[in-house]
């Protein structure tokens, strides 16, 4: 007797077959890290398809990723729904302008542009912008910013300054390129590939017959990674669906890391309204990580704040328990590094493959010292996302200035010589404005940093001795690529997982990035870029930072503001650093006893400890607050929080360093409200007297 076939529902678990058998019309999904949310698209393709609402050939599932597509075509292929149409929205897009162009366009095609930065450059050089690569690559990546957020050239300066953007240069100055680059890609009949999407959104949209046609042709929408989902591709998805509404979407505002791209996602939080009647189902139930894992994501995006925060997943766990999540800190980055690698050898020694392990950071420029920390002891890596540290340009181009100088004024000290021949190669004092430049500006800085730790070993080393020393690092981190363990960016590690992951370089001014100061909702990007990582981790995941850049340097960062409330209380690591504190661990001003725990770090005194608290003061600084609040038009808690104003009114600073050394408040903070809130804390003082 013939065994009956498995229903394929069977697998799923109850919120994911919801989703795959919801009717027709809309449907979100919201989908946490490792819930299944392929498993779960696919079969409701699969599921539409068998159950005859729509025939293969009339789906079109879009992603982001050519990767991505592809794991979509393979699955449906095994599901029995061949024939489905799975691309990236450029790739789509592409395929359906050329077919359309001859009845919206007629003529030759025209041809997709390869080299960007050649009409970038000459229209740069026309109204006497930097023309030097990493100028003109900031320059491509704000004009590709601002055609995804439909932000015409006229309409450039005002956007940018509403949204308090990061511009590379004048914001006139680049709406001019902008205009430019515009108008010699047109001449030459080239398209970009965001012109792909504004002229398939405009065939569709300015052509009845066109529509029609492709309405006939596609009934059917899939949209994988719906948080990412830019203006420009909303505007073609609502083109592509016209009038109807028979689209799922699949998403995780939690996963926004690419609004510096222009994503968005309001798309995905404003779906319920804008389709009510749509199906909404939450994916909560992880799959990928323990719970320990999970405990520790969920307790770190608890923390968010703004519209995406209120849409937050619960994750749930359902493997078997692992180990809790491991919290180190350490002196300075070498040694930090030279502790990770260690532990990695450990682990493959162990039987875990390098394969199976990441080490995960902020910026590129912290590459390296994994790189040479791996080298020593001998296990294998692989840079994703990214070059070697020694073979960026920059770095080559900066390498090569060093080795042609002369030895530098005698008696100089060797990190001052290399920062003064660095200077003309990109070495500012500030980091620069633009991603690019300020990508190359780090890797130069940890140049600087190799400086520092190489005389921190050998006092007398001179600017020869440093050129033999990077030109060492340099031949032993180019081993044949092999298969091992992953170095990569935060951003470069989005969807994909390992059984270990490192989380590295955690100080504040790292994570969060020293640009996002001041701009709540950037803070609250780099916390999701950390929510990204920690979800990267399938059963171990560590978690460290240091103190110093370099061995023998100062001890005065900060670990990432992110960790407070993320270390368990009784753990050694959630105590502020000695090195912080002249040497001794902080103590209650009131009992004496050590302290530990955030709020206990911000108010100086243990829980239980009364309160010292000056009510008229508090008062005077929450109306203070208020006003420059409203004033601002940010919440109150962007300027401080109450756990701030209550330190202020207890400790009562009588200046700017006292000020600072309160948690909460930074450099940035003490420039902006310093003097007004010393100037409450001293009438209050005045009053009294």
């Known amino acids: 007797m013939t065994a009956e076939p498995l229903d394929p529902l069977h697998a799923l678990d109850d919120e994911q077959r919801a989703a795959v ?3 027709r019309g809309p449907v979100c999904v919201l989908a946490g890290a490792g819930t299944g949310k392929t498993r779960t698209i696919t079969q409701r ?90 100028s003109l690559r900031d320059l491509a990546g704000e004009i590709e910013w601002a055609k995804a957020s439909l932000i015409t050239p006229e309409d450039y300066p005002a956007a940018v300054a509403r949204l308090r953007r990061d511009v590379p240069g004048p914001a006139e100055q680049v709406a001019a390129v902008y205009a430019g680059y515009e108008a010699l890609k047109n001449r030459a009949e080239m398209l970009d590939f965001d012109d792909l999407l504004l002229h398939t959104a405009a065939a569709l949209e300015d052509h009845p017959d066109v529509a029609q046609e492709f309405h006939d042709r596609y009934r059917c929408f899939v949209v994988d990674e719906y948080q990412d989902v830019t203006a420009l591709q909303q505007r073609v998805l609502d083109a592509w669906l016209g009038e ?24 995905l939080l404003d779906f319920p309204r804008r389709f009510p009647e749509a199906v909404v189902v939450r994916l909560q139930r992880d799959y990928r990580s323990t719970p320990q894992v999970v405990a520790a994501a969920n307790t770190l995006i608890s923390a968010a704040r703004g519209r995406v925060a209120g849409t937050r997943l619960q994750l749930v766990g359902q493997l078997p328990p692992g180990p809790d999540p491991d919290f180190a800190e350490y002196d300075d980055e070498p040694a930090e590094a030279n502790a990770v690698a260690a532990k990695i050898r450990r682990l493959v020694a162990d039987g875990t493959p390098a394969s199976e392990i990441a080490v995960l950071f902020r910026i590129n420029a912290q590459s390296e010292v994994y790189e040479q920390a791996l080298t020593d002891v001998g296990v294998p890596y692989q840079v994703r996302g990214g070059e070697r540290f020694f073979a960026r340009p920059e770095v080559r181009r900066a390498v090569g200035v060093l080795r042609t100088a002369g030895p530098g004024p005698e008696g100089a000290e060797l990190v ?9 190669v990109g070495l500012t004092d500030e980091p620069p404005s633009g991603a690019n430049a300020r990508a190359q500006w780090e890797s130069l800085l940890a140049l600087v940093g190799l400086a520092e730790e190489l005389v921190a070993v050998e006092p007398e080393a001179d600017l020869r001795r440093f050129v033999a020393e990077l030109e060492s690092r340099a031949d032993a981190s180019h081993p044949p690529t092999v298969q091992g363990v992953t170095l990569a960016s935060l951003h470069a590690a989005k969807g994909l997982e390992w059984d270990v992951v490192f989380l590295v370089g955690l100080v504040d001014g790292t994570l969060p990035i020293q640009h996002a100061e001041g701009d709540d909702e950037a803070i609250e990007e780099e916390r999701r870029l950390l929510y990204v990582g920690l979800t990267r981790a399938r059963r171990v995941v560590s978690l460290s930072w240091a103190l110093s850049r370099s061995p023998g340097g100062r001890r005065h960062r900060r670990r990432s503001r992110f960790l407070y409330g993320l270390i368990p209380d009784h753990h050694p690591a959630s105590r502020i650093p000695a090195g912080r504190t002249g040497g001794t661990k902080p103590k209650c001003r009131i009992c004496g006893s050590p302290l530990i725990g955030t709020e206990a770090m911000k108010l100086r005194r243990c829980g239980d400890c009364p309160s010292d608290v000056d009510l008229e003061l508090l008062d005077r600084l929450k109306e203070w607050r208020s006003s420059t609040a409203k004033e601002q038009q940010v919440p109150a808690y962007v300027v401080f929080t109450d756990a701030t104003l209550t330190a202020i009114a207890e400790q009562r600073p009588a200046d700017p360093a006292a000020l600072v050394g309160i948690p909460g408040i930074g450099a940035r903070k003490l420039d902006r409200y310093g003097p007004e809130v010393l100037a409450l804390v001293t009438d209050g003082q005045d009053g009294a007297n």
């Not at 001052?416 to 003309?424: G, S, T, Y």
Request: aromatic share 8%.
């Open 244 to 267: 109807r509404d028979d689209i799922t979407v699949v998403g995780d505002a939690n996963q926004t890391i690419y609004t510096f791209a222009g994503a968005s996602p309001r798309h």
């Open 416 to 424: 001052d010589v290399v920062r003064a021949l660095l200077a003309p």
């Open 21 to 23: 058998t919801a009717p």
């Open 45 to 134: 393709i699969a599921h539409l398809v068998r159950a005859g609402h729509v025939a293969p050939g009339q789906v079109l599932a879009v992603t982001f990723t050519a990767r991505a597509a592809g794991e979509l075509r393979t699955r449906l292929r095994v599901l029995g729904a061949n024939g489905v149409q799975a691309r990236t929205f450029h790739a789509a897009a592409l395929r359906q302008l050329r077919y359309f162009w001859p009845r919206v366009v007629g003529g030759p095609h025209w041809q997709l542009i390869e080299g960007k930065l050649r009409f970038v450059g000459q229209a740069a050089a026309r109204v006497k912008a930097g023309t030097d690569q990493d």
